[in-house]
């Protein structure tokens, strides 16, 4: 489907160019982004340390650094996801010449 | 299995395992990255707006792709200040922990010196009772003793050290090393309670109140009471170079000079750092007693010297060691870093508190040295294991606060008796120096920065060793 252009700035086909380039900028960003949250995952310590102290404060800490653990994963799942959608993305305005 | 480092002290309350401080250091690092990752997922999202997207009729993907960023700036959202909030908790943890420590050891020191004071009062009454039945029990194990024949009680005085040795579990036990802690501290308690001084009055002369009688006064006690035997009496020292100087390297890490203190017939090593345009620098290591027996030989590194040093007199290790410092160059303006290990600790951290020498730092391996006051400003280490009796020897940490590195070495395992105090070999403790090198506390790292940035820009390091005798008693010792 052709799309219309932006009224008084340029024409439909340029408006999809500059997306795809926004759009490129967008995954270029979002591969750094996942590479940070792939060193905040490294970065995180160890749920199955603290051999020297136990009981509840010991449980309660291991339950707290799993939660922030699986809040990382989601985190780099989604930014994962959106890697994704931008290549299709990007492939779909290939297809239609932008 | 050996146990985790426990880092206190330096000016700070946080009292805490090396790898709690670690997790903590590593939650900071986590938060960091999460920050920044929200700012930069910001600014990708500013990148292609949703209206500019329905605009152009964009590709489903290109809207997909902004859900996904949304989802994911959510939970980065709420993981950065999660991660923070559980470093804030390991860290208040620390904190309320080494208070809680504080103040356990504060009472439990009360409660000794009170129940030593309760003892030193009635333990003369109970001795008169007690006598005659002791005189009965010790002079027939004498007889039973004397009636063996002479071979079978050679074996049995023989087999005497072996025995101790193999029943030496219990000094190698957490909980009756504190216990002598306790005990040496209240040892002043204990002698006002024979005098008969009125608790209050004992307490507040001693450790507990204004300090003027402690475990000083009581080894000089025990010093004084010796001295009529001939045991434990100082006599004059002498030191020689012992062999030639070689060229070393500078000292850099915990561990490194942990492995310099030497362990032969010399007790000491002074590396000399020479730097262009400025005066020379030095790091001087002490080594451990070598002779247990309490009557002085020639042998100044005794436990003569031990008593004495504990005493705060000037022992002739002590002596010896400023001797071969001024040998060495040393000068009152010189830079010098000490370490030491067992009795060259003690020795090390009274040379550091003397006010005699210029010391940049202090570095300890299970000495007695609680009690003596290292000017706050000298940055001082100190490893000790909870399972060394030695440190105990030296009571509580109340006088100085060094960073106190503690571990103990055979948690969870049964120690060793081949020899008598295993936990306190300087092996152990070379060990132990390894692992605090891989620690990233930062207390641990800031002082061991400060000590290899001490010798920076040297142009060449020698090393020599010193052999300290005591001359009254002593004949002309190894040749250098």
Do not use: K
């Amino acid at each position: 489907m052709e799309s219309s252009p932006i009224p008084g700035t340029m024409t439909g086909y340029s408006a999809r160019a500059q997306l795809a380039e926004s759009l490129r900028g967008q995954l270029s960003g979002l591969q750094t982004l996942a590479g940070e949250l792939a060193e905040a995952r490294a970065t995180l310590p160890d749920p199955g340390g603290g051999r020297q102290w136990r009981g509840d404060a010991h449980r309660l800490y291991r339950h707290a650094l799993e939660q922030l653990f699986t809040l990382v994963q989601s985190a780099s799942i989604r930014v994962d996801d959106a890697i994704q959608d931008t290549r299709h993305a990007l492939a779909g305005l290939g297809n239609d010449g932008g | 299995m050996a146990g985790d480092l426990w880092i206190g002290g330096g000016g700070s309350t946080a009292v805490a395992t090396s790898e709690l401080f670690d997790d903590a250091r590593r939650l900071g690092g986590v938060r960091d990255i999460l920050s920044d990752c929200l700012g930069r997922i910001g600014r990708i999202d500013r990148l292609v707006a949703g209206a500019r997207l329905r605009a152009v009729d964009a590709p489903f993907g290109a809207f997909a792709a902004e859900r996904a960023m949304d989802d994911a700036a959510s939970a980065i959202a709420r993981a950065a200040p999660a991660a923070d909030g559980l470093r804030f908790a390991l860290i208040a943890s620390a904190h309320s922990y080494g208070i809680g420590e504080a103040v356990a050891e504060r009472l439990a020191q009360d409660v000794a010196g009170r129940l030593a004071s309760l003892l030193g009062m009635v333990l003369p009454a109970i001795l008169v009772e007690a006598l005659p039945w002791m005189l009965g029990i010790g002079g027939a194990a004498a007889i039973g003793v004397a009636l063996l024949p002479a071979d079978r009680r050679t074996a049995l005085i023989a087999a005497v050290p072996g025995f101790l040795r193999e029943h030496s579990a219990a000094l190698s036990d957490p909980r009756v090393v504190e216990l002598v802690r306790l005990s040496v501290m209240s040892a002043d308690d204990f002698g006002g309670g024979v005098l008969h001084l009125p608790p209050g009055v004992g307490r507040a002369l001693g450790d507990e109140g204004l300090g003027i009688l402690g475990l000083a006064t009581s080894s000089g006690a025990v010093v004084a009471l010796a001295r009529p035997t001939g045991a434990l009496a100082e006599t004059a020292v002498s030191v020689r170079r012992f062999g030639a100087s070689a060229p070393s390297t500078p000292a850099l890490s915990y561990s490194d000079r942990a492995a310099r203190v030497p362990q032969g017939t010399a007790q000491v090593r002074i590396d000399r750092y020479s730097q262009a345009g400025q005066p020379n620098r030095f790091e001087v290591y002490v080594g451990g007693t070598r002779d247990f027996s309490l009557e002085p030989g020639a042998e100044a590194w005794d436990m003569t010297s031990n008593v004495t040093a504990m005493a705060g007199a000037e022992a002739g290790s002590y002596r010896a060691v400023s001797m071969a410092m001024a040998d060495a160059g040393i000068t009152p303006s010189s830079p010098v870093i000490l370490t030491g290990y067992s009795q060259g600790g003690l020795i090390a951290a009274e040379l550091a508190a003397s006010g005699d020498w210029d010391a940049r730092g202090l570095y300890t391996l299970g000495a007695p040295a609680g009690q003596v006051a290292v000017p706050a400003d000298i940055p001082w280490v100190a490893i000790e294991h909870t399972d060394d009796i030695v440190p105990a020897v030296g009571g509580t940490w109340a006088t100085a606060d060094p960073v106190l590195v503690r571990r103990e070495l055979f948690d969870g395992g049964r120690a060793p008796t081949d020899v008598l105090l295993p936990a306190h070999q300087l092996d152990g403790y070379r060990q132990t120096a390894a692992l605090v090198d891989r620690s990233s506390e930062h207390r641990v790292v800031s002082a061991i920065e400060g000590f290899d940035r001490f010798g920076e820009g040297s142009t060449a390091v020698e090393a020599t060793l010193y052999y300290g005798t005591r001359v009254a008693a002593s004949g002309t010792g190894p040749g250098g």
